[in-house]
């Protein structure tokens, strides 16, 4: 999958350097690994403006302004959590397609393992729109991590393609 992984940086990176599109990206269970497979690209920092890994709840707080009582009403790993990261993000950086991940990599025998929530808010026509979408994987931590890094990708490329309407 690293190789697909590389191939479809490239594109997303080729794509947003065409559409002059920038993009951040606010990760916690993935880590940064999202940001790191945009920076293995030549060229990338005519696109990425920003990568953060807010991995404690505090920092997803102080750093991208996550409510506290989003939070404890809907827990940290959810869309509604995903969506303020990723608003955080694009208000944070200036730029016009902020990514967010939150989710349990595992490993552990916590039911909630595997679960994940991908969340992209970007600049259309002069307003903010925001996605949201929740996974589940049962895998090793790392292939979740990958997979997670994969969809959000893919997710952003057609943004970027105009194929989300």
């Known amino acids: 999958m690293k190789k697909n992984l590389y191939n479809l940086s490239k594109r997303v990176v080729d794509l947003a350097k065409r559409k002059n599109l920038t993009i951040s990206t606010a990760e916690s269970f993935t880590g940064g690994y999202i940001a790191k497979s945009l920076t293995d690209i030549p060229g990338c920092s005519n696109v990425l403006v920003a990568g953060l890994v807010t991995y404690m709840i505090k920092a997803k707080e102080k750093f991208l302004g996550v409510k506290d009582e989003t939070i404890n009403t809907y827990t940290v790993v959810s869309k509604e959590v995903v969506c303020e990261m990723a608003l955080g993000a694009l ?22 393992t595997g679960k994940f929530f991908i969340g992209i808010a970007f600049r259309e026509g002069g307003a903010i729109r925001t996605i949201y979408k929740e996974f589940y994987i049962d895998n090793t931590r790392e292939f979740i991590r990958e997979t997670a890094t994969k969809i959000a990708l893919e997710k952003v490329y057609k943004i970027i393609n105009g194929g989300l309407k």
Request: glycine share 18%; net charge negative.
């Open 91 to 112: 208000n944070t950086t200036g730029s016009d397609i902020a990514i967010a991940t939150t989710g349990y990599a595992g490993p552990g025998d916590d039911p909630e």
